[in-house]
């Protein structure tokens, strides 16, 4: 298995002095996480940082989930928090969350006279689809967005079209995973930037996965006449298959890793959730 990833920037420490000290100004948190990866794309530090403030928990990217998964995932949820699916890219679940933002304004307001516009803070762990979500919510390209962890900066308050307030922040991970799985699913989906990873292991450690939670997605999409022993095996089998091969009939490690975790990533190899509730 690849070490323990850790991986902690300063901006990363500036970020959750940012929501500490401008939580106060707000009356409710979005927190987006991955569809396909709920318990490691949730960020124990914001449990710890949001307490008792209201909070919807928005399991983005669930058009690339196992919908099964999703629908239990969305029970595991709605006993403490109010939460529900999303897909920012194509706007999918924008309008229940607007329904459910507004039942909460109205909540707060009940039997008050002046009323202050309904204040939001959003955050998650970098390219859970952020951004997205903040360019669906405000009608415009108020964020910028991109595949690549981090591409958010600095703190911004943005007005949505029912006139509440939104403050984005930027992508917030934790100082360091206590499970070595959670740094894992975060690299498997593109939180953590490959550029810092070993492509090639990273890719066989997916494919283990991948053969022995959706055997029979692994083997259509790339053809396998059979599920092998090994990850390794059948990471050389997926490379035989799709042509990744090196002068002298070499193995392209690289170039079936980085395949198989870009057809993952975009769901190709089909609809996929990598952690599933307890019990």
């Not at 928005?58 to 196992?66: G, I, M, P, V, Y």
């Not at 699913?185 to 494919?207: H, Q, R």
């Not at 022993?229 to 059948?234: H, K, Q, R, S, V």
């Not at 997926?238 to 070499?250: N, Q, T």
Request: proline share 5%; hydrophobic share 40%.
């Amino acid at each position: 298995m690849i070490d323990n990833i850790n991986w902690y920037p300063g901006h990363m420490k500036k970020t959750r002095e940012l929501i500490q000290d401008n939580l106060k100004m707000v009356d409710a948190v979005i927190e987006v996480i991955d569809a396909r990866i709920p318990v490691s794309s949730r960020n124990p530090i914001i449990d710890e940082l949001v307490k008792d403030k209201p909070r919807i928990i928005a399991l983005n990217k669930s058009d690339l989930a196992d919908e099964a998964a999703n629908r239990r995932w969305v029970d595991h949820f709605v006993a403490k928090d109010r939460v529900l699916t999303l897909n920012s890219m194509s706007g999918g679940g924008i309008k229940n969350l607007l329904k459910l933002l507004e039942k909460m304004e109205r909540e707060k307001n009940e039997g008050k006279g002046s009323l202050k516009p309904y204040r939001l803070m959003i955050v998650g762990v970098p390219n859970v689809g952020k951004s997205s979500l903040i360019n669906r919510l405000t009608g415009r390209k108020s964020a910028k967005t991109g595949d690549k962890p981090g591409v958010t900066k600095g703190k911004q308050w943005l007005k949505l079209n029912n006139g509440m307030q939104l403050l984005d922040t930027p992508g917030i991970l934790w100082p360091k995973f206590e499970d070595p799985k959670a740094g894992l699913n975060l690299a498997f989906c593109g939180s953590i930037k490959d550029e810092i990873l070993d492509v090639p292991t990273l890719g066989m450690e997916l494919i283990g996965v991948l053969a022995e939670n959706y055997p029979e997605l692994l083997k259509e999409r790339y053809k396998l006449d059979e599920i092998a022993e090994t990850p390794l095996e059948n990471m050389e089998n997926m490379a035989l298959k799709r042509g990744c091969i090196l002068p002298g009939k070499r193995i392209d490690y690289e170039r079936i890793g980085k395949l198989v975790l870009d057809e993952f990533r975009s769901a190709k190899i089909g609809r996929i959730t990598l952690e599933f509730p307890k019990g």
